[in-house]
T-cell receptor, first 110, second 112 residues
Framework: DAGITQSPRHKVTETGTPVTLRCHQT?????MYWYRQDPGHGLRLIHY???????DKGEVSDGYSVSRSKTEDFLLTLESATSSQTSVYFC?????????FGEGSRLTVL | DQQVKQNSPSLSVQEGRISILNCDYT??????FLWYKKYPAEGPTFLIS?????DKNEDGRFTVFLNKSAKHLSLHIVPSQPGDSAVYFC???????????FGTGTRLKVLA
């Protein structure tokens, strides 16, 4: 399995505060992704990256920004968290085929 | 608008029988399809994939079928085992990109 770690694994925050989730991969994969998982919606793509400093929007990008300054790191930022952003967030990376996922970060926005 | 759909939220199958999970897609601009399995509190793990130029791919107990004219993908698990109980997601890659769209998932329960 690809070495993908997410931090923090659990976070509780209040509405209006900024939150950053970090994803770190050790496989030198070119592509990295952020998804959120919600009941009834499955996994929805937030943003993805196809190289250092190269990112693109996914299906549900509003309220989220990302940055990738190094191949191994992909950050997801919620500038001002809202209750609708309470979710489980998964990071993934890929080389030429399948995605490899991290274990998820559970975010609760009160 | 969900481009990749899994219309059955759940499925129960007896141990030893065949499990068939289905997925429909609405966009012809997908070139690669995948199935993932997810246990609670874990990340999804890759199961099997198929290119859009093929109609079948097999790996042990898992077989994926692709019907391009019907825009339909299915995963067959034979024989089903209790350890197969999990949520299964299908995914599709947008042609010419590395953007992957996932379905809503089907919860499979294999009864012993």
């Amino acid at each position: 399995d690809a070495g993908i770690t997410q931090s923090p694994r659990h976070k509780v925050t209040e509405t209006g505060t900024p939150v950053t989730l970090r994803c770190h991969q050790t496989e030198n994969h070119r592509y990295m992704y952020w998804y959120r998982q919600d009941p009834g919606h499955g996994l929805r793509l937030i943003h993805y990256s196809y190289g250092v400093k190269d990112t693109d929007k996914g299906e549900v990008s509003d309220g989220y920004s990302v940055s990738r300054s190094k191949t191994e790191d992909f950050l997801l930022t919620l500038e001002s968290a809202t209750s609708s952003q309470t979710s489980v967030y998964f990071c993934a990376s890929a080389d030429t085929g399948e995605l490899f996922f991290g274990e998820g970060s559970r975010l609760t926005v009160l | 608008d969900q481009q990749v759909k899994q219309n059955s939220p759940s499925l129960s199958v007896q141990e030893g029988r065949i499990s068939i999970l289905n997925c429909d897609y609405t966009n012809s601009m997908f070139d690669y399809f995948l199935w993932y399995k997810k246990y609670p509190a874990e990340g999804p793990t890759f199961l099997i994939s198929i290119s859009s130029i093929k109609d079948k791919n097999e790996d042990g107990r898992f077989t994926v079928f692709l019907n391009k004219s019907a825009k339909h993908l299915s995963l067959h698990i034979v024989p089903s085992q209790p350890g197969d109980s999990a949520v299964y997601f299908c995914a599709a890659r947008v042609s010419g990109t590395y953007k992957y769209i996932f379905g809503t998932g089907t919860r499979l329960k294999v009864l012993a």
